[in-house]
């Protein structure tokens, strides 16, 4: 799983979760391409992704505003991966888009004692 650091809310979340039957090298390739094309575009902050053994995953992608993650949605080389998606690699996937006005994290420091780091 990747971690991303805290953003300054509000923003958005894209929240993915899929079942994938098989992991390919063409889907990891087509995955990686799709997370460089996002690193690329305005408003993108980072991205959380985890998979289990069973195929079952999440990829949660940050933006900035609603209008960016409607652009990265219409771009080409985007909908032709999600073409390719439900074609070639999906068994089943669901989308939501949330608005992010609070967050905050927790982290154990070396000696033991945790500590909250708010935005």
Excluded: C
């Excluded at 300054?8 to 995955?31: D, K, R």
């Excluded at 992608?61 to 993650?69: F, K, L, N, Q």
């Excluded at 080389?77 to 074609?87: F, I, L, M, N």
């Excluded at 089943?92 to 905050?104: P, S």
């Amino acid at each position: 799983m990747t971690s991303t650091p805290l953003f300054m809310p509000p923003y958005y979340a894209v929240i993915f979760t899929s079942l994938l039957p098989e992991h390919s090298e063409e889907y990891g390739e087509t995955s990686n391409e799709i997370y460089e094309l996002a690193q690329g575009r305005p408003g993108f902050l980072g991205v959380d992704s985890v998979r289990d053994a069973g195929g079952q995953g999440a990829t949660i992608s940050y933006w900035r505003t609603e209008d960016d993650v409607t652009n990265f949605r219409k771009l080409a080389t985007h909908r032709h991966a999600q073409h390719r998606g439900r074609v070639t690699f999906y068994e089943r996937y669901e989308v939501r888009v949330a608005k992010v006005e609070k967050e905050y994290a927790w982290k154990r420091k070396e000696d033991g004692v945790g500590e909250y780091d708010k935005k």
